[in-house]
Every structure is written in C-alpha cells, then in structure tokens.
C-alpha cells in the first residue's frame, strides 16, 4: 500500500496554476504553514509574494505534496513528470473525468490515463478540492473553510468526503468539534477513502474519524482500516448515502424487494463496528462524543434537567431508540431523594426541579448522587440564554457541578442543549475543555449516543473474518422449480421435508400415500406460491389430494406433494441476493406473505458466525413469537440457526452460480422438534455458451 505520510503532512509543498492556485499559497499562508510552498507557473514572476518557478523541473526539489489546478489535459502531463520527479503525492482538482460520465467520451480515457501517469504517487481526486491539515496548518486548498489551526499537542476529529462542498459546509460548523484533517477524495481514481483514512488515523493528534461516503472504494480497504483503527482505539462514524435507492428491479424473490444495496452497506458498516448515522447534524454531534468520552462501554443513559417538560420530552424521544433509560434502582433513588427532599419525584429522567438553582454545593450533590449509578452517558439539558440579551451568569454553576460530579464518579457526561443555537460555539469549547460533551439537539444527540454504543459493543467482539465470498457474473438466469430447489438443498445437508414431484391427479395421490398424511401440495413452476392460489395444505386424505390436483395441475409446469411440517411454531424467511460488492448477502425477517409490509428483517454479510445469526434473529420484531409470546410454546431456536448457518454454507459454496434463494417459510417448531424449508426458490446463473 502507498504511503500518504508526506502528501498529508507535507514539509514543502507545490502549487501549479493560476487563480485557484493563488488561493492555496493565501489560505496556507493564513494559517502558519511552516514548510517550504513554491508556486509554479510558466510566466508570472510571483504569486502571492513568492517567486515563481517556471516549471517542475526548476523546483528546489522533489515536493512532498502538490496542488495541481490547471486543465485536465495538462493534469495529466504534470502528475506523469512529478511522479518521475519523486514527489510525495499531488491533489487533482480538475473536473472532466469519470464523473463526466457518458457525455464526454475522453473523460474515462483520461482518468485512465492520470492513474497510470501518477504510478505509485498517491493522488487526490480527480475533481476534488484537496486537503486540509489543521494540525500543522497544511492547506492544499483552494477555497474558503471554517476551520482554525490545532493548538500543538491538541487532537481533533479527522473528516473523508467525496463531496468538497460538504467538505466546506462541515468546516463551517460552529459546534465546537475540532478538527484535525479534513480531506476529500473526489473521483478516488487512484486512492480511495479507506486508504486515505489509514493515513489519517496513524497520526496521533487524531481523536476520531468520520467518514462521508457515496460509494465504498474497496471492501478490503476498509476491513483493513476498521482494524487497524480498533487496534489504535479510534472509533470510526460514517454518514453513507444510498438509503433512498430502490430494492432491485428484476427480481423474483421476497428476499430481493428487502436486502437493497443499503442493508447491505449497513450490514457491513455494522460488522466492521463503524458507527452509522443519517444527517450531517447528526455526524457533527457522534464525532464531538467520541472525540470526549471514546465509545460507550453500553447502552444505559441517565438525563437530569431543572423542568418536568424536559425530562418528559427525554423519555419520549428515548421510545424506540437502541439507549434506554434504565430505571433507578432502591438505593440508588434513596440517595438521590436525600439531596432534593420529599417534594421531588425521583426518576430518570430526573427533573430536578428549580429548588436548588444557582446552589452549587446542592447541585453538586443531586447531580453526584445521579451519575453515581453506574450510567454509561449521562446528559444535562441545559439551554443558555442569549448571550446579546441575557446573562448566562447562573449557568456556569450549574456546569461546575456537572463537571465535579462527573470526575468524582469516574462518569461520562454531556450537556445537551434541546435547541442546537442555545448552545453557543464559545461555551462548547469551555465544556469540552472539562471532559463533558456539548451535545446540541435532542434527537442528534441519542443518534450520537447509539453510535457510540454500537462502537463499544462491536469493539468487544473479536475482529470479523473478511467477506470472502466471490459473487458471479451477471448473465442469463434460471429459476429452478421447487422440486429440484429443494433435491439440491437436501443433498447439502439442509432440513428439507419429505416430497416428491407427480405429472398427474393419480400419481399425486399415489405420492401422498406413500409420504403419509398430512401432505402439502404445490403447483411447480410458480414463484409466490401463495398470491396465486398454487398451494393446498393439510390435505388428510386421497380424495382432498386428488381434487387439489385437479385443480393445481392446468396452473404450472408439474405437482410437487410433501409431507406436511407440523408443531410450527413462527415463519422466517431467509434468502441470499447477490450483491456486486460484498457477494452473497442473507437476509432474515419474518415469513410468510406479509414479508415486505412487516418491513422485518435483518440483513448479514458472509460468512457469518453462529452469534451473529443469533444475534439477528432476537432483533426481529417476530422474535417474542419464537421466545414463547403470552404462554405460547417456544421455538426451537437453535435448530433455527443451524439451518440459517446451512443456508449461508451454500450460499458461500455456490456462490460463483447463485443468483438469488428464497427460503419462505422456514419452519421452526418446538423445542427438540427442528426446523424445516417449507418452500424453497433458487436462480442460478446460466453456464456461458
């Protein structure tokens, strides 16, 4: 792998151009940049009061790092002559490459040819703006940002985009975050996020990384860079777009229509233990927790505020959420009670009320008494007046409390302002400044708190294993029957009932006699089986079986009869897609016909581990049903993850041919009675002619 080191923490850097070019020696200059920066240009004398050189051949020596802002023909040209040169590595900023896409045939033709130019230089972009070093005041950088110079010894949160806008707009945020690096990767022609993120997290003044992704540049990329940042102990938070895109369009099983390519990237983002979020707000807030308080050691939140209005709008906004406010335990609530008195309901939320406002040795001792109780964050809603209209004397009490509290009892704390501009940037800093976080929005601050939390649980895991399995070339498909599905299942060892097929009313009765009583009976050749009327069940005799018969056999290809499974006790579906990165995907939800409108399912990456089937399976809403829901008999759950971990085996074995598998329902039955593939759906791709 290439080593970053000098492009992203350059001693001497180059810069090629005219306007944006200037613009870069201005913002490096602005920000104290110690090194050696020469403009080149092949007429001016100076630019921005720097003598220019003429050429890359005229330099002092081979640059670490370089901005090149000229046209994409003569990007080209540079990056072949500066990796000849022996620089450290250049920014691309020249549009009219890949991304130009069909509209302009020299756009693919000259990305391929910037790649091969730069050889083993790393480059950012095409199409991008560059980078910004905030810790050594390094700005490859042709426009406008936000950010300010790292004090030295400080550490920040490191930021990867594609999008130099979004790049912008973060560096812009009044929050409080520090920033350590901001970089974008435009097209990643050459050098992709993951491998501009090793680079970023080696450095030590980097607290956290977050990542905006559009689109992942190497599955085993980032598999490397979510070990090597655990190994480091630098939580990753990712923003990743694609959750408005379309489940696939031609398709033929339920599976399908629910593992998109967003569960996918979910699933992988979940197993490597990189936190997720959905809106820019919300990755500000999940980076400035972990940049204080690291991941979450769990999932038990406590809040505390001075108004039942507050605390009740908590605990609302908690409903549903992966954090909980775990109820006070006897003791717990005895000593709370102890330092607000009896006119106070103690609970959690805690609406402490106004009674001891302003008293810091009161407050210090409600507050201590709270966060004692072993919480894994705890918040303090606290909004601050308008600095142009209010006093925020009394406030700093309050903060002062929170702080001894939270150090007298080892805790982690933030202080939540329920409106993001009550917060302002200049008391984030002092809040920061004493180990707390300064959250702003509610709802973005339990996003953080759940990231932080699923980065802790995940950090507690051993390492996955690396997604391993090899899809197929797309190409002409076939879907076998239900008959041959299952004959290739069983053969694989999978729990499959009993059956076989029949041409005719007589051979299907003849059939059932031989299985015993009761039978299922399907017309073969007919995907959703149940939409279309194509199966008759608990057929108990050979009169049922023949007028069933009769009337299935003019509807598809053939009649498959097979004993029926009974002691059912819950339906899963579980299927495999293909997907065009990570290779075959299982996805598991609640069976049945109502598959889709439960909107029940969880999504894994193979190959997956015994616990990892577990796990997915108790996340299903489904799950009460399998755990003996009001009296009803239990499932058997392990026979449940044998057959899912059989699916995934064939899946990973067949995955050179697999195209898609619907399992829909798989059975369980009770305990100590297994599980069975009541219906079985499998698309192969064709072998080329």
């Known amino acids: 792998m290439r080593s970053l080191e000098r492009l992203l923490r350059p001693k001497s850097v180059a810069v090629f151009g005219g306007g944006w070019a200037a613009a870069v020696i201005r913002q490096t200059q602005r920000m104290g940049f110690a090194g050696e920066i020469w403009p080149v240009h092949p007429e001016k004398e100076t630019i921005e009061g720097l003598p220019a050189y003429r050429c890359a051949a005229d330099l002092p020596s081979a640059p670490d790092a370089v901005f090149i802002g000229v046209n994409r023909n003569a990007s080209v040209h540079l990056v072949r002559e500066l990796s000849e040169r022996g620089a450290g590595g250049a920014v691309c900023f020249a549009s009219g490459f890949r991304e130009a896409g069909a509209d302009d045939a020299d756009g693919e033709r000259l990305q391929e040819e910037l790649v091969a130019a730069a050889g083993n230089m790393p480059i950012l972009g095409p199409n991008c703006y560059g980078l910004i070093n905030y810790c050594d005041g390094a700005l490859l950088w042709p426009d406008q940002h936000g950010g300010m110079r790292l004090p030295e010894s400080a550490r920040g949160a490191a930021i990867v985009t594609q999008s130099s806008n979004i790049a912008i707009n973060m560096t812009m945020q009044a929050r409080g975050l520090p920033l350590s690096y901001v970089v974008t990767a435009g097209n990643q022609a050459q050098t992709g996020l993951s491998e501009i993120a090793i680079g970023l997290i080696e450095d030590e003044r980097v607290s956290v990384l977050g990542l905006h992704i559009e689109g992942f540049d190497s599955v085993a990329g980032f598999e490397r860079l979510a070990k090597h940042a655990r190994e480091l102990k630098k939580p990753i938070v990712a923003m990743k777009l694609g959750k408005s895109e379309q489940a696939r369009a031609a398709t033929v099983s339920h599976t399908a229509s629910l593992a998109g390519a967003d569960a996918a990237s979910d ?235 029949a041409a005719t009313a007589a051979e299907a009765v003849a059939a059932a006699d031989a299985l015993g009583y009761p039978v299922a009976l399907k017309a073969l050749g007919i995907a959703h089986k149940s939409e279309r009327g194509a199966v008759r069940l608990g057929l108990r005799d050979a009169e049922s079986v023949r007028e069933a018969a009769d009337a299935l056999a003019p509807i598809g290809t053939g009649l498959f009869v097979e004993r029926m499974v009974e002691g059912g006790v819950a339906e899963l579906i579980v299927g495999v897609t293909r997907d065009p990165l990570f290779g075959p995907i299982v996805t598991v939800g609640s069976g049945g016909i109502l598959v889709e409108l439960l909107e029940d399912s969880r999504t894994l990456l193979l190959p997956a581990t015994r616990d990892e089937i577990e796990t997915a399976i108790r996340a299903l809403k489904l799950f009460p049903l399998l755990d003996g829901y009001r009296g009803r008999p239990k499932a058997d759950i392990e026979a449940a993850i044998d057959a899912i971990e059989a699916i995934a085996r064939f899946a990973v074995e067949n995955a050179g041919k697999l195209v898609e598998m619907d399992i829909n329902p798989l059975i369980v039955c009770e305990i100590g009675k297994g599980a069975a593939i009541a219906d079985a759906l499998i698309v192969l791709q064709e072998d080329p002619q």
């Open 267 to 501: 699933a992988f983002l979940a197993r490597l233990g990189i936190g997720r979020v959905a809106s820019i707000p919300a990755f500000m807030e999940v980076l400035k927790l972990l940049h204080v308080t690291g991941p979450l050691d769990g999932r038990d939140i406590a809040s505390m505020s001075c108004s039942g209005g507050e605390a009740s709008i908590m605990a609302d906004s908690a409903a549903g959420r992966r954090v909980t406010f775990r109820p006070l335990f006897p003791d717990h609530r005895t000593a709370i009670r102890q330092t607000l008195g009896p006119l106070v309901a103690v609970a959690n939320p805690l609406d402490y009320h106004t009674f001891i406002w302003n008293d810091a040795p009161a407050m210090t001792a409600t507050f201590s008494a709270m966060v004692s109780g072993g919480f894994d964050l705890n918040f303090l809603v606290l909004d601050f007046p308008r600095a142009d209209r209010c006093s925020d004397a009394d406030w700093r009490a309050t903060v002062s409390a929170f702080e001894t509290a939270l150090k007298a009892n080892g805790a982690k704390g933030a202080i939540l302002a329920s409106l993001p501009e009550n917060l302002s940037e200049n008391w984030a800093a002092d809040i920061m400044a004493r180990g707390i976080a300064p959250m702003q929005g509610i709802d973005e601050a339990f996003d953080a708190a759940e990231a932080a939390a699923a980065i802790g649980a995940a950090w507690k895991r051993p390492f996955p294993a690396a997604v391993a399995a090899k899809a197929g070339e797309g190409g002409k498909t076939h879907t076998l029957d239900e008959a041959e599905a299952k004959a290739r299942l069983a053969v694989s060892g999978l729990p499959v009932p009993q059956g076989c097929r």
